[in-house]
């Protein structure tokens, strides 16, 4: 069994200001194609705070100094969001928060991914996911070509003689 050097646990308010931070650097570091942000780092902690919060189950995933290091959130069966620092990517913290998200919503998870975003779009095939539309960017307010993509666990229906 592999073990990472990240802790997952549930995000709690004074987490607001981290979680941010993660939102903002991940999408900096990985997604240079998308427009400059036009939101202040308050804003993105206030959006975090009194809409993501309330509205998700939000998981982070902190580091062996309790820095959070990543974060992910839940909204009805939608994977709303994955974000890392781009310093622990491929160490697992990724895997750790989505099978949180999955033990929460073990019937089924939907997502948005950006079409240029290969690197999630690899990492959530590898889990399990694949891709049941796409988009030329109308339905984002970044308005870049997405997939949604759907996870569906495994079931063993074995049929019954009669």
């Known amino acids: 069994m592999t073990t990472t050097p990240f802790t997952v646990r549930a995000a709690v308010p004074a ?3 981290a979680v941010a931070h993660v939102h903002v650097a991940s999408r900096e570091a990985t997604m240079p194609y998308l427009p400059p ?3 202040s780092d308050a804003e993105v902690e206030a959006w975090v705070r009194d809409v993501v919060m ?3 189950a939000v998981w982070v995933a902190v580091d062996g100094q309790d820095r959070v290091v990543g974060y992910a959130a839940v909204a009805g069966d939608d994977l709303d969001a994955l974000y890392l620092l781009a310093g622990v990517l491929r160490q697992g913290a990724g ?3 989505l099978g949180a998200a999955k ?3 073990p019937g089924g998870l939907t997502l948005a991914v ?7 779009i690899a990492f959530y095939t590898r889990h399990g996911f694949t891709v049941v539309d796409s988009n030329d960017g109308s339905r984002n307010m970044e308005n870049e070509p997405d997939l949604t993509m759907r996870w569906q666990p495994v079931t063993n229906s074995t049929p019954t003689g009669g």
């Open 114 to 120: 950006f079409q240029r975003n290969t690197g999630a």
């Open 103 to 105: 033990a929460y919503r």
């Open 37 to 39: 942000r036009r939101r």
């Open 54 to 56: 309330p509205r998700s």
């Open 95 to 97: 895997s750790a928060l």
């Open 15 to 17: 987490d607001a200001a």
